[in-house]
């Protein structure tokens, strides 16, 4: 007579046995993709094989959701520290030395389409004519300058922003910044019902690169060891990486955090530092620090079970977020050659309808594997993402001011957060929004805008308190040059016709 054990025993069996068997599968697969590759292509295609192989038996291996939700409790006192404790201390007279430990890494993988735009995002146009990428290489030129040290720039780029990328680079030839590049992985996209790759070809990027992806920025790790980049830098006597994603406008050196890095008031060294900022109800899906299993761990909201997800979205319970402004030791990226990092399973459609999965990681996901892991809780003004025109109206518009690449909120305004701006579907792409608006309206006293419909803005335009223009289908609504509107709701059909 089975026991319940024998049984389980036997479950656990057969679920091993039915792993293995795809994974031959996978294996078979992938040895067939490598014989379409040309020479001088074997050796990077073989390394990212082996890494999305490891990846690939980790998701196979994985049952249910990773974590135990009764588990998760509250950050220790102390594991978060709250900036203004951090720029308190004094900082050191020498500042070029405390510098020249730096690396600036930005993760510039993504493309501009969800803005409409072709290739990278890195080089839409975001301020005065300047890109994402201008604008980076402005503020650490100054950094140099002015401290006469020397902080590299190293762009993480994927094989769909590369090339473009490096055709650009060629512009920043005379600035004092010296610019390295490595490229993220490529890892074969997975039909999601045969679980094995839709790719039949390595060589053929161009038509068919919808068969591969990028795998998340979680990929830095390896590919920065493998580009032989981590080893180059340590030789020059670097420490620490600040990393951040390229369009985050908020996201410059700060001198307060790498002092509190290199000379850490109680001697131990933290090895990796997640920037967090508070909650607003516009976050709710970001990721957040907990204490998990005695360590300091990214929870994010792939891994919450489906009736916790209002629990997690609560700002009560979780009051702050990752803005994925990061600083690791390299010393400790070097060490930790095998990262435990959930993996996210990220499902696509593809042109032809095919569904398939992506499996991925974040960056900020290794946190557990490092030392003294510490939060800082920074203000809000370090965390200023452009992911939609939305946000582009305002780091455009006269609330900040432009200054050696860095934009800080201006004086003139009352109070130190941003309007909530909702620009509707006809002003997703770039090329439509800056269509609409002779020039961007002042939005020194906005709280709220909101636009739905055919609308354009002439020169001048003043915008204050609350104000919502809806142009219903079929209607058309012009706001005229030198327009004040203050809580105002436009709505209707309202042409100002040139005569």
Not at 456 to 481: E, M, Q
């Given at each position: 007579?089975?026991?319940?054990?024998?049984?389980?025993?036997?479950?656990?069996?057969?679920?091993?046995?039915?792993?293995?068997?795809?994974?031959?599968?996978?294996?078979?697969?992938?040895?067939?993709?490598?014989?379409?590759?040309?020479?001088?292509?074997?050796?990077?295609?073989?390394?990212?094989?082996?890494?999305?192989?490891?990846?690939?038996?980790?998701?196979?291996?994985?049952?249910?959701?990773?974590?135990?939700?009764?588990?998760?409790?509250?950050?220790?006192?102390?594991?978060?520290?709250?900036y203004e404790s951090i720029r308190s201390r004094q900082l050191p007279s020498d500042l070029a030395s405390l510098l020249n430990k730096l690396?600036?890494?930005?993760?510039?993988?993504?493309?501009?389409?969800?803005?409409?735009?072709?290739?990278?995002?890195?080089?839409?146009?975001?301020?005065s004519d300047n890109t994402f990428l201008d604008l980076t290489v402005q503020q650490i030129e100054h950094l140099n300058k002015t401290h006469?040290?020397?902080?590299?720039?190293?762009?993480?780029?994927?094989?769909?922003?590369?090339?473009?990328?490096?055709?650009?680079?060629?512009?920043?030839?005379?600035?004092?910044?010296?610019?390295?590049?490595?490229?993220?992985?490529?890892?074969?996209?997975?039909?999601?019902?045969?679980?094995?790759?839709?790719?039949?070809?390595?060589?053929?990027?161009?038509?068919?690169?919808?068969?591969?992806?990028?795998?998340?920025?979680?990929?830095?790790?390896?590919?920065?060891?493998?580009?032989?980049?981590?080893?180059?830098?340590?030789?020059?006597?670097?420490?620490?990486?600040?990393?951040?994603?390229?369009?985050?406008?908020?996201?410059?050196?700060?001198?307060?955090?790498?002092?509190?890095?290199?000379?850490?008031?109680?001697?131990?060294?933290?090895?990796?530092?997640?920037?967090?900022?508070?909650?607003?109800?516009?976050?709710?899906?970001?990721?957040?620090?907990?204490?998990?299993?005695?360590?300091?761990?990214?929870?994010?909201?792939?891994?919450?079970?489906?009736?916790?997800?209002?629990?997690?979205?609560?700002?009560?319970?979780?009051?702050?977020?990752?803005?994925?402004?990061?600083?690791?030791?390299?010393?400790?990226?070097?060490?930790?050659?095998?990262?435990?990092?959930?993996?996210?399973?990220?499902?696509?459609?593809?042109?032809?309808?095919?569904?398939?999965?992506?499996?991925?990681?974040?960056?900020?996901?290794?946190?557990?594997?490092?030392?003294?892991?510490?939060?800082?809780?920074?203000?809000?003004?370090?965390?200023?993402?452009?992911?939609?025109?939305?946000?582009?109206?305002?780091?455009?518009?006269?609330?900040?001011?432009?200054?050696?690449?860095?934009?800080?909120?201006?004086?003139?305004?009352?109070?130190?957060?941003?309007?909530?701006?909702?620009?509707?579907s006809s002003f997703t792409k770039v090329q439509d929004y800056l269509r609409r608006f002779a020039s961007i309206p002042d939005m020194l006293?906005?709280?709220?805008?909101?636009?739905?419909?055919?609308?354009?803005?002439?020169?001048?335009?003043?915008?204050?308190?609350?104000?919502?223009?809806?142009?219903?289908?079929?209607?058309?609504?012009?706001?005229?040059?030198?327009?004040?509107?203050?809580?105002?709701?436009?709505?209707?059909?309202?042409?100002?016709?040139?005569?």
């Open positions: 007579m089975t026991t319940a054990m024998d049984s389980a025993h036997a479950t656990s069996q057969f679920q091993a046995q039915v792993q293995l068997e795809i994974e031959k599968s996978m294996d078979h697969e992938l040895k067939k993709l490598m014989h379409t590759c040309s020479k001088d292509q074997l050796e990077a295609v073989q390394r990212d094989f082996n890494g999305f192989q490891k990846l690939f038996h980790r998701f196979l291996g994985e049952k249910g959701p990773s974590l135990n939700w009764e588990k998760i409790q509250r950050p220790p006192e102390g594991s978060i520290e709250p690396v600036v890494v930005k993760l510039n993988g993504g493309l501009g389409t969800s803005m409409g735009c072709k290739g990278p995002k890195s080089l839409i146009g975001v301020r006469k040290s020397e902080v590299p720039l190293v762009l993480m780029n994927s094989f769909n922003t590369d090339e473009d990328t490096q055709k650009i680079l060629q512009k920043y030839g005379h600035f004092q910044v010296k610019i390295y590049t490595f490229n993220q992985s490529r890892y074969p996209r997975i039909n999601k019902e045969t679980l094995l790759p839709v790719a039949e070809n390595v060589s053929c990027v161009g038509g068919a690169s919808e068969a591969w992806y990028p795998p998340g920025h979680g990929d830095i790790y390896d590919s920065f060891r493998n580009s032989g980049l981590l080893d180059k830098l340590l030789a020059q006597g670097k420490e620490f990486l600040f990393v951040s994603n390229i369009d985050n406008l908020g996201a410059t050196v700060d001198l307060h955090i790498l002092n509190h890095l290199v000379n850490p008031p109680n001697g131990k060294r933290c090895e990796f530092v997640m920037e967090v900022t508070d909650k607003t109800r516009a976050d709710v899906k970001g990721g957040t620090l907990m204490q998990y299993d005695g360590k300091l761990r990214l929870l994010e909201i792939a891994q919450v079970p489906k009736d916790r997800v209002d629990e997690f979205k609560s700002v009560t319970k979780f009051k702050i977020f990752n803005t994925n402004n990061l600083w690791i030791s390299l010393g400790a990226i070097k060490r930790n050659t095998d990262l435990d990092m959930e993996v996210i399973v990220n499902p696509k459609t593809l042109d032809g309808g095919l569904n398939v999965i992506q499996l991925e990681t974040a960056v900020g996901a290794a946190l557990k594997n490092f030392d003294n892991a510490l939060g800082i809780n920074v203000p809000r003004s370090r965390f200023l993402p452009v992911k939609t025109t939305s946000d582009l109206l305002l780091v455009m518009s006269n609330l900040y001011s432009l200054s050696a690449g860095s934009l800080t909120m201006s004086d003139a305004r009352e109070f130190k957060t941003v309007p909530l701006v909702k620009l509707g006293e906005l709280d709220h805008l909101t636009v739905s419909g055919d609308v354009t803005f002439g020169k001048g335009v003043v915008l204050k308190g609350t104000v919502i223009i809806i142009a219903n289908h079929g209607d058309r609504i012009d706001i005229p040059t030198g327009a004040l509107l203050e809580n105002k709701i436009v709505s209707g059909n309202l042409r100002i016709l040139d005569h």
